[in-house]
Structures are given as C-alpha cells and as structure tokens.
C-alpha cells in the first residue's frame, strides 16, 4: 500500500478569492514534509481538502493511494486529522473523547478504552483524564487533539498547527512524540508557521504563498536559493529611518524592510567581505547614528522573504504596510 | 512516478490490476467491498456498521445530557406546566360534541404535540449548534456515512423530546386520564408517536442545516410550528373551526397522530370532520404521513449538510 501523498495542480476557489490556485505537492510515504507559510497562504485549505472536509475546484489529490474526490471513505480510514482549531467533545470526559472516537473508528470497546489509556499516559493527560474537556486549559485541550488524531493509528496523519498554544515543555515533547511517530513509518503532512518548527520536524519543506508552491527542498537546499546575508541596523532616531533606509537600498538586493515601533531596517545584501565596513561609513557620514547592528547568515525567514519580496513575520509585514 | 502509483477512481472500481512501482498490486487489496448503497461512495460501510455508528453517534449527544441539569428541569417543567394547565384552565372552557370529558379528549393532543415541537425544536437547534462547532470536521473525517452523523442527531431528538412525552403522560394520570383499550394499544400508540417525532425531528434537521446559525435556528425552528399546532384537533375540536379551514386541519399529520392516540387509548375523538380519509384509517395515515415526510426530509438534509459542509 502506498502511503504518500500526492496533489495535482489543486485549485479551490472561496467565491473570486483563491485558496488555493494550482498547488502541486508530494510526499512520499513514511516521510514528514512541512507546509510552511504566513496567513492565509492556503495551508489549511490544503489540509481540508487533503482530509476530504473540503471538495476542490480543480486538479486532484491522491491520499494512500485512493484519489480523495472519488473515495473519501478509503482515505478517512487511513488518516489521522488534527485540525487548526481543536475539535474535542467539551462535555465529555477526556478518556470519553478519546474512547469516542476510537469506536468511531471501529476499534472494539476494550481495545479503544486501552488505547485511550496509553494515550492520555503519553500525553500526560492521566490525571486529567476523568474530567470533562470543557475545564481542560487551552494547551491540554490541543494535546488531547493530538491524541485522539492518533487512536487508530493511523498510516497518514495530518497536523494543521500542532504545537499553536503550547508552552516550549509541551512543545518539545509533542515534537518528540512526532519524530517517534515518524519512527515508525507514518506518513505527516505537518503546517505551521514556526520555521524552527519546519526545520526540526520535516524532512522536506513546501513553502507556500497566496496558494501557490513558491520554493520545495530540504531546508539545508533552502537556505543555498539565497546566498546573500542578512543585515539589519537598529538606528537611535526614528526620523532618519527613511535616509537610513536609502543608503541600505543601495547595497541591498531585496527592498528593505522597516519595523518603525524598533527604529529596525532590515535587508539582504551580497555575501561580500567589507560591505558591513561600507555601510556603517556611510551611516556614519550621513551623520545617522546606530544603536545596534548586525549581519548573520540566512534563516528560512529570509529564503521566505527572497522568494516573495514580503517577510513571513505577520507583524512586520504589518509594519511594513504602515510605512508605505 | 506519480501516475502509476495512483490508483483513479474508475479504474479502482472497474477493478483492472494497476501497476504500482513494479508490483502487480493483487487486485484484492483495492477490490473495494461495496456497501448497500450508491456505487463507489459507501465503501466499506454496511447495515451493521451503520447501525452501529448511528448508536455511537446518538450516545455521543446524549452523554452531554447529564451536564446540562438546566436542560432536563427544562424540559420536565414546561409540559407539566402546559399539560396541567391546559387540563384545569382551559378545560372548563372548552365544550366537546356529545359532552365527552376535556382532560380525556386532550392528553393525546397534547402528546402528539410536544413530540413535535420537541422533536422538532429539539433537533433544529442542535443541529445548527453542531455546525457551529470544530467536532463536526473531526466527525467528517472518520469513516461515517454522512447519513449516520445526521441520524444521531434526529436521534437525540426524538429521545429528548420523549422526556416531555413521559412528563406529559404522567401528568395527565394525575389529572385522571387513562389509557381504556388496553396496554398493547396503548403501547402501539406510543410507537406511532415515536415515528412521528422522528419525522418531525428529521424536519428540524431541515431547518437545522438550512439556516446559517443557531440563534435563526431556536426561531426558525418553532415558528411553522404553530400553524401546524392550531390547525389540527389536538387541543380543539375541528368542528369549532370554521368550514373552509376544516378539511386543512383534518389533512394535517398531527390531526392523523393525534386521531390514533385517542383510538388506541380509548379516548373520544371528536375528530368532527366527515368523509375524510385520514379521519377514517388514523393510524394508517399517520403511519403513512411520518414515513412521506421522511421520505422527503431525510434526503434533502443530508444533501444539503453535504453541499453546506464541503464548500
Ligand atoms: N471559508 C472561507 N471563505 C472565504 N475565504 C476563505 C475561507 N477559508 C479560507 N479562505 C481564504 O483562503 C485563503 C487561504 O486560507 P487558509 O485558511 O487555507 O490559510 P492558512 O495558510 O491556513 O492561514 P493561517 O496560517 O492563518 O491558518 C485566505 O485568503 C482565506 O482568506
Ligand atoms: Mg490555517
């Protein structure tokens, strides 16, 4: 049986806006590939389609091996599901949810109640496990998600945001449980915004944008599509960020960013020895002072922002727009 | 690598041997067992499977009922209020063709209507409340029939309407109305009721997936009720009525329901109106009206929670 996952030139269209326009992606069985992009890129339209919740426009997707339009039911019995938001019955207990919808999934009654068990064991969710969802803390309830997400151990699993409103414990260990998961052959489609995330889980990154596949490889692969580093100054006066942004434009090869509330231009320049030295004389000419610099190697973030000409940080692209 | 790896729908259910990555795939392994209904989509998914879904899927409603203690007070409260004071303030008021006594007259009205309006109201509501909520994706991605999902939420309808039922009934004893023609009649016109609340719940369900929130469901849900309600003999004889509007209330279900409970509790039915068909074979009209309606609703609820739920 194969395990992977497929889509071809998907498109899915909410009214005239597109969710999703033309998407292309793969990943083979037993690997983890991460759908990486800002919001309202189309990740969870994927994700919905992919799961049978949503029913495309145009192209098709391919789901263990049976084409999601035609038969839904053969995909919904090889995959696990956890959604963007957390979907767990509030006035039932959190061994009740898990038992649900392990039976749902044609798991006998002792083999469901067992598996809840281990579950809420490896979720650390045991003593909670008696009482109703609906008094759980928001970081319980996505663990609880996860868990039902995996009753039936599913071969193709599906996280949308896993880790979104989880403290850094439960976090690392919720990526642990996933590299174990991965350990044994599932295959995950995993989304999120945390390149950090992308980065320690995935095998492949997808980094989607307005719909479209924008950039696919490792992320060792990613990071070479821009040899170019990152520099970013801090200056003292908040005035003479437009002059100080200027002179940056003329080393820069990417439109500079500026976050006016930190006084912060950012830009990627040529991998080149000196630059630095030639930018801060010119700083210093113009008489702009600086509180702070720096010059670092690409992140994702920055592959993100060489792809797009926008950031991936919601807050400064917000930022951004404010300053045009 | 891609196109021989997939597996199309049609060749799948042509059943024709597909290559995959150098292996004859035997063609068992996609050999998909058919279920009952529809080619292709039901996959897997048989009558014992359903049934078993279905109970899964009511009980999942009905385990939140002992967290709602303000629903059940509820729902025992309003009828016993309705009932008796329908028996001992409107009573007296109320004459029956040839002296019959009111509170024997009304009981089964009064439980043919709270079925209706509990089935109805009931499952309308929470129906709209389910779409409003994230469960309903994460139901949508097992393997359920989509017919199952609706099924137990009519379900808990009809089960929460019938709380009302067994208030109502107990109420009337109190007031001192029996049952006169024996407990298997009895127990008959109890099973009509149940397929008439079924029908009336799989309404709600209608209106439930029609509207776009809850808060349209609590009032779309009741408002065509009450036409339903007046226009029949459950509370009044069709005879007080004027003529043009009496055969109306004596085609409406409800007249039909409420004629067989009164038959089959030996109760008067002064149903009042001559020559008209239901009026002569109650339960069979009613038998016949609750099966119609669903027949109708069941359908097109679940062909609208399909095109609603997947745009
Ligand atoms: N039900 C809907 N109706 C209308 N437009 C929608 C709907 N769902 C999504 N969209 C639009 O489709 C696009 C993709 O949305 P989607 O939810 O897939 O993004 P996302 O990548 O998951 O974003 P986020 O990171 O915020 O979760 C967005 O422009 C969004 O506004
Ligand atoms: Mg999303």
Known sequence: MDNGIYTENLTKKYGAVYGLHGLNLQVSAGTVLGLLGPNGAGKTTTVNILTTLLKPDGG??????????????QVRRRIGVSGQETAVEPLLTGAENLELFGRLHRLSRRHARGRAQELLDTFDLTAAAGRLARTYSGGMRRRLDLAISLIKRPSILFLDEPTTGLDPRSRTATWDLIRELVGSGVTLLLTTQYLEEADQLADLIAVVDQGRLIAEGTVEELKTRTSDDRIEIVLRDHELLPLAATILDRFATSEAVVTRSERRIAVMAPHKPGLLTQVLREMDAAAIELEDVELRRPTLDDVFFTLTGRPMDVKAQHEMATVE | MKPNTIIDGAAASDGEKQVVAGRHRSTRSHHVTRGWAGPGKLEGITPVTFFVDVYLL????????????????????QPAIFTLAMVYLFGKAIALPGGADYTDFVIAGLLAQTVVMGAASATSGGIAFELSQKTIDRLRTLPLS????????????VIRAFITVFVTTVCGLVAGWRA????????LAFVILLLFGLAMSWVGALIGVSVSNPEVAAGAGTVWLFPVMYLSNALTP????PGWLQPVAGW???????TACRQLFGNPTAFGV???WPADHPILASVSWSLAIMLVTVPLTVWKFVRRTSR
């Open chain 2, 252 to 258: 409406n279900p409800l007249s039909a329901v409420t």
């Open chain 1, 60 to 73: 098709s997707a391919w789901v263990g091996g049976f084409n999601v339009a035609r038969h839904p039911l």
């Open chain 2, 146 to 157: 989509r017919l199952s999902i609706l099924a137990g939420c009519t379900n808990a309808g």
């Open chain 2, 58 to 77: 009511t009980r999942r409603l009905l385990m939140r009922m002992p967290h709602q203690p303000d629903l059940i007070v509820y729902s025992i409260v």
């Open chain 2, 274 to 276: 001559e020559n008209i």
């Open chain 2, 180 to 187: 006169q023609a024996g407990l298997g009649n009895a127990l």
């Open chain 2, 238 to 241: 069709v005879s007080a009525m």
